[in-house]
């Protein structure tokens, strides 16, 4: 169990060193200094809370549950900036990669699990995706999370035997 938790632990050390420290430090480089969706953010934050209209509008492209994420965080911290923006990106991918070291423990060694979620958190493409103001991460953390509700459903016996 003591290596369980110090493996979870230095995962998410991991995790915020790459994806949350100076998340909101660097600028935006799209649409004038601002990011996209902000301003249907500060809409839906200041103006309208119709989460049918808000979706209806110009930024249809993301999905109703990273449009609410950042509108909860934004909530929360009392402002709109890069860093409300990009936080939940940032923990949809330390929770992807949670989920990473979880069900590669259950396949397979504690070993193996963590060297899949190190190698998981620092990609260059996880990262990226992990901090910028774009849906990727929470559609990724979505198909992560059903394939974990799979194998977790199945079972590991099922695997070995190729029972699928």
């Known amino acids: 169990m003591y290596s369980e938790s110090r493996n979870i632990l230095f995962l998410l050390a991991v ?11 660097s600028a935006f ?6 990011p996209r969706g902000t301003g249907c953010l500060g809409d839906a934050l200041y103006r309208e809370l119709d989460p049918p209209n808000y979706q209806r509008r110009i930024y249809s492209f993301q999905t109703a549950a990273f449009s609410l994420a950042r ?46 979620a190190v190698v998981l958190a620092t990609s260059f493409g996880w990262w990226q995706a992990a901090t910028i103001t774009q849906v990727d991460m929470t559609l990724t953390f979505s198909v992560s999370a059903a394939l974990m509700l799979f194998i977790s459903f199945i079972g590991r016996s099922a695997l070995a ?3 699928l």
């Open 29 to 34: 480089l799209r649409e004038r200094r601002t």
């Open 71 to 116: 509108v909860l965080v934004a909530i929360v911290v009392g402002r709109v900036d890069e860093f409300t923006v990009r936080f939940p990106s940032a923990i949809l991918g330390t929770l992807d990669v949670l989920m990473t070291y979880y069900v590669a423990r259950r396949l397979w060694t504690r070993k193996a699990a963590l060297v899949a």
């Open 15 to 25: 995790c915020f060193a790459l994806f949350l420290w100076k998340l909101g430090a």
């Open 161 to 163: 035997r190729r029972d």
